[in-house]
């Protein structure tokens, strides 16, 4: 089975900035499609950034421009670089891996993700 495990995470203040990580527990092509999501209290799950091969982009509509994606294919490592952080940014933070490269193009439907790891807090104030 595949692990993925989120880290850096933490509560920090409005402007401030963090960058999370995601240890994969498999060797990491660089075609295969990766994700970033986020999920707050009461509200569903959305995605925010995705990267596959050379291609990137960010999803979530306010995050654009502040957050970027990128990984390390050597350590195994996919990031998530989180600048001038606003108190709505508050979420649970979750990596995951698409089932096909395609999903990097559908919207980043959370059904096209089977592999997910179990989150990081960030908080903002």
């Known amino acids: 089975h595949v692990q993925l495990v989120e880290s850096g995470g933490g509560s920090v203040q409005t402007g401030g900035s963090l960058r999370l990580s995601c240890e994969i527990s498999l060797y990491i092509y660089s075609s295969y499609c990766m994700g970033w999501f986020r999920q707050a209290p009461g509200k569903e799950r959305e995605g925010v950034s995705w990267?596959?091969?050379?291609?990137?982009?960010d999803h979530a509509g306010p995050v654009k421009g502040r957050f970027t994606i990128s990984r390390d294919n050597a350590k195994a490592t996919l990031y998530l670089q989180m600048n001038s952080l606003k108190p709505e940014d508050t979420a649970m933070y979750y990596c995951?891996?698409?089932?096909?490269?395609?999903?990097?193009?559908?919207?980043?439907?959370?059904?096209?993700?089977?592999?997910w790891g179990q989150g990081t807090q960030v908080t903002v104030s």
């Open positions: 995951a891996l698409a089932a096909r490269n395609e999903g990097c193009w559908a919207g980043l439907h959370t059904a096209d993700f089977p592999h």
């Open positions: 990267i596959a091969g050379s291609s990137r982009n």
